[in-house]
């Protein structure tokens, strides 16, 4: 069910659209695209905006492709065709995403959910889970109206419940695990590339 939402084809987002004061990158010598995953406030925007300008590559945000392609927010896709709508067309958008060589990919945090999502998660490159406490993650979202899971009488105690429910899935698909904790975004960032400069691909 598509109800009236849009579904268009849009280029992918750069990771600095003007290139202007961007320090020299650092390539990882192989083009496997790199898929973060992790819980809301995990990080994966953020640090995956950095992480794919530190490295020279694109950075695509799956939430962001998405309400791109549909021309609304995250939050109306879940209004106007519940989460079972949105789950549809994450995993339409991940299959194409997934295939491209050389991105770094900020996943939504649910996109585990699907057997199939971590099915092309796992075959197609590299996957790292940003992990976090539940206490930070929710110091980290708690005052963000964005996240429509969120928005009910207890947020904490569903943040925890989804945590929970999600730490194994996302786990199962982890090539890398990278405790974010509490250090700055710069400093992840930083050892974050030196993982993935050590990572050994399996082919
Ligand atoms: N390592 C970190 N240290 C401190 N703050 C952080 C860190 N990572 C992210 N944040 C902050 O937490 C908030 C949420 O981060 P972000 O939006 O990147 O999470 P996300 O994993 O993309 O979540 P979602 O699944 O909802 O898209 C942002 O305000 C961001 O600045
Ligand atoms: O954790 C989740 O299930 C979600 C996280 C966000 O990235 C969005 O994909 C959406 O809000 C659902
Ligand atoms: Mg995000």
Do not use: W
């Not at 790199?34 to 950075?59: D, N, P, Q, Y």
């Not at 405790?179 to 691909?201: F, K």
Request: net charge neutral.
């Amino acid at each position: 069910m598509n109800g009236s939402l849009r579904f268009d084809a849009v280029p992918a987002q750069s990771s600095d659209p003007s290139g202007a004061d961007a320090p020299a990158a650092t390539p990882l010598p192989y083009d496997n695209p790199i898929f973060l995953v992790g819980m809301m406030g995990a990080g994966k925007t953020t640090i995956g905006r950095h992480l794919a300008r530190s490295l020279g590559r694109e950075f695509v945000d799956l939430d962001l492709a998405l309400q791109d392609r549909c021309g609304v927010r995250v939050a109306t896709i879940f209004e106007i065709e519940g989460e079972a709508g949105f789950r549809r067309r994450e995993t339409s958008l991940l299959d194409e995403y997934s295939r491209c060589p050389g991105i770094v990919l900020a996943t939504g945090g649910g996109a585990v959910l699907a057997p199939e999502n971590r099915r092309y998660l796992k075959e197609r490159g590299v996957v790292v889970y940003l992990r976090a406490s539940g206490d930070e993650l929710y110091k980290r979202v708690a005052r963000d109206r964005n996240r429509p899971l969120l928005q009910t009488e207890d947020p904490r105690g569903r943040l925890l419940d989804l945590l929970r429910q999600r730490e194994p899935l996302y786990d199962e698909v982890a090539g890398l695990v990278f405790d974010t904790g509490s250090m700055p975004v710069s400093q992840a960032v930083r050892a974050l590339i030196s993982l993935l400069q050590n990572y050994e691909i399996s082919s």
